[in-house]
């Protein structure tokens, strides 16, 4: 019977739960044991999980006896909830997406609270409302939100609170990984490379997820300190320009920025197009605020491995490379 602490973290085998995983797995210190939880325990990432050493465990947000149950001897929980997973079109119906984050982050901090975890870190966001307004200035989404997968997450902060669960607030940013899927460069008619984002001049911030992980691991290991303190996290500060021309020298050929227009964002039509559109709108009007908060010697102190952009494009720029073809 191992005497190390133990993590439980949900959504091990998405990105940010996998990446907290395999931190955590990979620490030298070897300081805890690591539990993750999943709703597909079969599957080929919760094998390998388990082949590294993870006690895979079922679990399921919107299943708040299942939570009770593997949170049970748990020091630390990881609490990560979806807004873009996969739906039913008869759970689309049933409730809204962010209906579903609140309630799936009440099951979790209550069944945290009947556990007697001492610690939970939650991976939330800022309310964009607090810039973008209430009113018909920017479209509001699902009857009340600005941008529902921040706004709600930021609610549920409260939640926490409210279950007086030992909590820290992981704030994260845009993913980088959004440069090698849907806001990749793509190539003109012309043959020549763009960047089209919706950020004006304002620096954007971001990180490469398996830094959440990372970090995420760290604000464990300092523990107590971090208790009832928010830490917000990004591995870069960039305009579109700079991010344009690491992709330049990257990708050996000239990326240009392009800076989409909000409005012209929204009106692409594709599914989330008004609140991705909305979200473009609150990181450029709230960048002094957004990037102040997020300061990168103050992420490095947690984690040293902490990747600028440049970094990580130097471990993807093949994968873009191969996505343009």
């Given at each position: 019977m191992t005497d190390k602490k133990l993590i439980a973290v949900l959504g091990a085998t998405g990105s940010q739960g996998g990446g907290l995983v395999r931190a955590l797995l990979d620490d030298p210190d070897r300081e805890f044991a690591v539990r993750a939880l999943t709703r597909s325990t079969d599957s080929k990432t919760a094998r390998e999980l388990a082949a590294a050493g993870a006690e895979v465990v079922a679990a399921d947000l919107d299943d708040g006896a299942s939570l009770r149950t593997a949170f049970d001897g748990a020091h630390g929980v990881y609490v990560v909830t979806n807004y873009w997973a996969e739906r039913t079109p008869e759970e689309e119906a049933r409730r809204t997406r962010a209906e579903m984050e609140l309630s799936q982050a009440d099951h979790a901090a209550l069944a945290a609270k009947q556990a007697g975890v001492e610690h939970v870190v939650w991976s939330t966001l800022e309310d964009t409302r607090d810039v973008l307004g209430?009113?018909?200035?920017?479209?509001?989404?699902?009857?009340?939100?600005?941008?529902?997968?921040f706004d709600a997450k930021?609610?549920?902060?409260?939640?926490?609170?409210?279950?007086?669960?030992?909590?820290?607030?992981l704030r994260t940013t845009f993913f980088f990984e959004g440069f090698a899927g849907a806001m990749a460069p793509r190539r003109t008619d012309d043959g020549e490379l763009v960047l089209a984002l919706p950020m004006a001049d304002q620096p954007l911030s971001g990180i490469a997820v398996a830094d959440i992980g990372k970090t995420a691991a760290a604000v464990f290991k300092?523990?107590?300190?971090?208790?009832?303190?928010?830490?917000?996290?990004a591995g870069d500060h960039l305009t579109g320009n700079q991010y344009a021309a690491a992709l330049s020298d990257?990708?050996?050929?000239?990326?240009a920025y392009l800076p989409v227009g909000?409005?012209?964002?929204?009106?692409?039509?594709?599914?989330?197009?008004?609140?991705?559109?909305?979200?473009?709108q609150y990181y450029a009007e709230n960048s002094a605020r957004f990037v102040g908060d997020r300061d990168l010697d103050a992420v490095r102190d947690l984690n040293p491995e902490l990747l600028s952009f440049r970094d990580w494009l130097s471990q993807h720029a093949a994968e873009i490379a191969t996505r343009l073809g």
């Open positions: 209430t009113d018909g200035r920017v479209p509001t989404v699902e009857g009340r939100y600005k941008v529902p997968h930021a609610e549920a902060d409260a939640i926490f609170v409210e279950y007086e669960v030992p909590t820290t607030l300092r523990g107590r300190d971090l208790v009832g303190k928010t830490v917000s996290i990257a990708l050996g050929e000239p990326v909000w409005d012209d964002f929204r009106a692409q039509g594709f599914p989330g197009a008004i609140e991705m559109g909305n979200m473009f």
